[in-house]
Nanobody, 120 residues
Framework: QVQLQESGPGLVKPSQTLSLTCTVSGGSITSGANYWNWIRQPPGKGLEWMGAITYSGSTYYSPSLKSRTSIARDTSKNQFTLQLSSVTPEDTAVYYC????????????WGQGTQVTVSS
């Protein structure tokens, strides 16, 4: 069974870069037709798709976040990462990584989520 686990700092200062890692076990991030996604949920709001990296290494970003977002992968560690630059308190959210097996926007495996707070 595939498992995803987010990790990274829980507190980031405004204007700094938020960096998170998703470690995948039970399957390779280079196999199948999987898209590996970052999704966040600010307090009191709905889920927001941020971007994805595919099994082949291609990346896709939400237009609203594209200028500040970078997603990469380390295939030797079976991990993919998120960097969000120039953060503000509005970037405070629970951040999730999730797998989309067919690039349809339906996610079959999710991480448990990690709270990131942007505050000085």
């Amino acid at each position: 069974q595939v498992q995803l686990q987010e990790s990274g700092p829980g507190l980031v200062k405004p204007s700094q870069t938020l960096s998170l890692t998703c470690t995948v076990s039970g399957g390779s991030i280079t196999s199948g037709a999987n898209y590996w996604n970052w999704i966040r949920q600010p307090p009191g709001k709905g889920l927001e798709w941020m971007g994805a990296i595919t099994y082949s290494g291609s990346t896709y970003y939400s237009p609203s976040l594209k200028s500040r977002t970078s997603i990469a992968r380390d295939t030797s560690k079976n991990q993919f990462t998120l960097q969000l630059s120039s953060v503000t308190p509005e970037d405070t959210a629970v951040y999730y990584c999730a797998r989309d097996p067919h690039a349809t926007g339906w996610y079959d495996y999710w991480g448990q989520g990690t709270q990131v707070t942007v505050s000085s």
